[in-house]
């Protein structure tokens, strides 16, 4: 038997008390109960809105270039900003659901996204745009912890289910903004589509708080938790995140135009794209729902890690069955992102300590990830063909999954002290 560990009983008992259910922290659930179901559909409807002002830039790119007279770059600065505020303003989450609580919080946030959205959509000059970019951005980045706090709170018997009910509405939001912004538009009427998407944020607001009721009093609300700076599990969520971000926006942006060099009409190459994300968005929806009682958060990850392994190795030495590795990687990539952000609920049982993790975890995942379409890009450029990018795409994922095999039971269990 082992003996007693003294400095493991200090480190114990200096963690938030977590209720009865909430005790394993290690991938399984330690009972399932009666499922919240309106929780859940308010996380998913909610989430829905949290993506579309950004991604619906990149369909209507083209427009807004004919329309305003604006070149590339400062197309791409309307979806870098609310990205890099996505990382930058995450921390500021927990801090307004202390004062607020989660479920108003998070209310505030659609309802500026959607406030701001309307307007970008009609101001009439360059600098009015960017301007009001930057407060899409930060409602966005606000509004990114919170998630998981409500999930700590109201259903931490089913961490994996409640966090892929937010990360599906996320998908599939992203999915529909890129679908519906151009025949939104119309012939030319970028605006239109903005404006549509923007005022549909407040049917997710209605959702939300229709389907989530109730609030702690301001009395028994816990305060913000401060950043885990010092924490080593802290930092390998960080990285955790960071590099499945990286593999997933290397996809988004180059996957197409590897297949277009290689020969493929830019047709072809773009229902590649489509396959990795629609299968994507049936992982994302499918896996939480079995995560909660099968294996641990280290398995979990570390299976669709080497199938991305496998997916992008097989571009690069048989490139020709393409739309099997995009769905390879569809299937994995969607699958580790909802668990991925589940990962703050397992090192942290308390709301509070839930979303400072959280935040700390988007925070430098973000800041990662964000220079990952620039390297893959770079990494042609200097080579003069995409095989670098997606050696590298190899790379990144060797380096994925080695952090989770770092996930062990025991170290998750340890958490945030």
Same mark, same amino acid.
């Given at each position: 038997?082992? /003996?007693?560990?003294?400095?493991?009983?200090?480190?114990?008992?200096?963690?938030?008390?977590?209720?009865?259910?909430?005790?394993?922290?290690?991938?399984?659930?330690?009972?399932?109960? &009666?499922?919240?179901?309106?929780?859940?559909?308010?996380?998913?409807? #909610?989430?829905?809105? %949290?993506?579309?002002?950004?991604?619906?830039?990149?369909?209507?790119? /083209?427009?807004?270039?004919?329309?305003?007279?604006?070149?590339?770059?400062?197309?791409?600065?309307?979806?870098?900003?609310?990205? %890099?505020?996505?990382?930058?303003? #995450?921390?500021?989450?927990?801090?307004?659901?202390?004062?607020?609580?989660?479920?108003?919080?998070?209310?505030?946030?659609?309802?500026?996204?959607?406030?701001?959205?309307?307007?970008?959509?009609?101001?009439?000059?360059? /600098?009015?745009?960017?301007?009001?970019?930057?407060?899409?951005?930060?409602?966005?980045?606000?509004?990114?912890?919170?998630?998981?706090?409500?999930?700590?709170?109201?259903?931490?018997?089913?961490?994996?289910?409640?966090?892929?009910?937010? #990360?599906?509405?996320?998908?599939?939001?992203?999915?529909?903004?890129?679908?519906?912004?151009?025949?939104?538009?119309?012939?030319?009427?970028?605006?239109?589509?903005?404006?549509?998407?923007?005022?549909?944020?407040?049917?997710?607001?209605?959702?939300?708080?229709?389907?989530? &009721?109730?609030?702690?009093?301001?009395?028994?609300?816990?305060?913000?938790?401060?950043?885990?700076?010092?924490? /080593?599990? #802290?930092?390998?969520?960080?990285?955790?995140?960071?590099?499945?971000?990286?593999?997933?926006?290397?996809?988004?942006?180059?996957?197409?135009?590897?297949?277009?060099?290689?020969?493929?009409?830019?047709?072809?190459?773009?229902?590649?794209?489509?396959?990795?994300?629609?299968?994507?968005?049936?992982?994302?929806?499918?896996?939480?729902?079995?995560?909660?009682?099968?294996?641990?958060?280290?398995?979990?990850?570390?299976?669709?890690?080497?199938?991305?392994?496998?997916?992008?190795?097989?571009?690069?030495?048989?490139?020709?069955?393409?739309?099997?590795?995009?769905?390879?990687?569809?299937?994995?990539?969607?699958?580790?992102?909802?668990?991925?952000?589940?990962?703050?609920?397992?090192?942290?049982?308390?709301?509070?300590?839930?979303?400072?993790?959280?935040?700390?975890?988007?925070?430098?995942?973000?800041?990662?990830?964000?220079?990952?379409?620039?390297? %893959?890009?770079?990494? &042609?450029?200097?080579?003069?063909?995409?095989?670098?990018?997606?050696?590298?795409?190899?790379?990144?994922?060797?380096?994925?999954?080695?952090?989770?095999?770092?996930?062990?039971?025991?170290?998750?269990?340890?958490?945030?002290?």
């Amino acid at each position: 038997m082992t /003996p007693p560990d003294p400095a493991a009983d200090a480190a114990s008992a200096a963690l938030p008390t977590a209720p009865p259910e909430a005790v394993d922290r290690t991938g399984h659930a330690a009972s399932t109960g &009666r499922l919240p179901l309106a929780v859940i559909a308010g996380l998913f409807l #909610a989430t829905l809105a %949290l993506r579309p002002p950004v991604i619906a830039i990149g369909p209507l790119a /083209p427009l807004l270039r004919d329309d305003l007279g604006i070149t590339a770059a400062i197309v791409g600065l309307l979806t870098t900003i609310p990205v %890099l505020c996505m990382g930058l303003l #995450a921390p500021v989450g927990p801090t307004l659901a202390a004062r607020f609580g989660p479920r108003l919080a998070l209310a505030i946030c659609l309802v500026a996204i959607a406030l701001a959205g309307i307007v970008r959509a009609v101001v009439p000059s360059i /600098p009015l745009l960017l301007a009001v970019t930057i407060a899409i951005g930060v409602a966005i980045g606000v509004a990114g912890a919170i998630p998981s706090m409500v999930v700590a709170d109201r259903m931490p018997r089913r961490r994996a289910l409640g966090t892929g009910a937010y #990360a599906g509405g996320i998908v599939l939001g992203s999915t529909l903004a890129a679908a519906l912004a151009v025949p939104l538009a119309g012939a030319a009427d970028w605006r239109r589509a903005l404006l549509v998407l923007s005022a549909g944020t407040f049917v997710s607001v209605a959702a939300w708080l229709l389907l989530v &009721r109730g609030e702690p009093d301001r009395a028994t609300r816990p305060p913000a938790v401060r950043l885990p700076w010092r924490q /080593p599990i #802290a930092w390998l969520l960080v990285v955790v995140f960071g590099l499945q971000s990286a593999m997933y926006y290397g996809v988004i942006a180059w996957l197409p135009n590897v297949y277009v060099e290689r020969g493929w009409s830019a047709a072809d190459a773009g229902e590649l794209l489509a396959a990795f994300n629609g299968v994507g968005l049936v992982a994302t929806l499918g896996v939480p729902l079995v995560a909660d009682r099968l294996g641990t958060r280290r398995m979990q990850l570390t299976v669709p890690a080497l199938a991305c392994v496998v997916g992008f190795v097989g571009m690069i030495v048989s490139p020709d069955p393409a739309i099997l590795w995009a769905v390879l990687l569809g299937l994995a990539i969607g699958g580790i992102f909802p668990l991925v952000l589940t990962l703050p609920l397992d090192v942290a049982h308390a709301p509070a300590a839930v979303g400072s993790a959280s935040a700390f975890m988007l925070l430098g995942g973000y800041v990662i990830s964000s220079a990952s379409p620039i390297l %893959l890009g770079a990494a &042609r450029d200097v080579t003069g063909t995409f095989e670098a990018s997606l050696v590298l795409l190899v790379a990144v994922t060797l380096a994925f999954a080695g952090c989770c095999l770092l996930l062990a039971p025991a170290r998750l269990r340890r958490g945030i002290v």
